[in-house]
C-alpha cells in the first residue's frame, strides 16, 4: 500500500556532494515525520536526520553542519543534501516515514525504503 523509493546514491570522492531522495507514494492520508538513516558494513543502522511535519530537525552530531534535510510536502518527498563528504560516511542510506494510511483512522506506523548505496572514496 505504501512505498518509499530512495534515490542519488554513488560513489563520490571525498569533500564532494551527493543529493539523496525518498519518495513516497500509495494509500496515503497524511505524513509525518521523515527521516534518513544508515548501517554501514559491521555496524549498527543509526539515525542520520530527522525532520518533522512541520519542518523542525534533528540532525547526527557528525553530520551537522555537513547535512541538510528538507522535505517537499506536495511531493511526499523528503531530501538530504550531503556536503563535504567523509569515508566515515560510506553506508546504505535508508529513508523512513511516519504514515497514516488512508481508511484507517489515525493509526501511524513507521516505513522504510530499500536504501541506497553511499560511497566515499578516492
Known amino acids: 500500500q505504501v512505498q518509499l523509493v530512495e534515490s542519488g546514491g554513488g560513489l563520490v570522492q571525498p569533500g564532494g556532494s551527493l543529493r539523496l531522495s525518498c519518495a513516497v507514494s500509495?494509500?496515503?492520508?497524511?505524513?509525518?515525520?521523515m527521516g534518513w538513516y544508515r548501517q554501514a558494513p559491521g555496524k549498527q543502522r543509526e539515525l542520520v536526520a530527522t525532520?518533522?511535519?512541520?519542518?523542525?530537525?534533528n540532525y547526527e552530531d557528525s553530520v551537522k553542519d555537513r547535512f541538510t534535510i528538507s522535505r517537499d510536502n506536495a511531493k511526499n518527498t523528503v531530501y538530504l543534501q550531503m556536503n563535504s563528504l567523509k569515508p566515515e560516511d560510506t553506508a546504505v542510506y535508508y529513508c523512513t516515514a511516519n504514515i497514516i494510511i488512508r481508511g484507517q483512522g489515525s493509526k501511524r506506523d513507521d516505513y522504510w525504503g530499500q536504501g541506497t548505496q553511499v560511497t566515499v572514496s578516492s
Open positions: 525532520i518533522t511535519g512541520g519542518g523542525n530537525t
Open positions: 500509495g494509500n496515503i492520508f497524511s505524513i509525518g515525520s
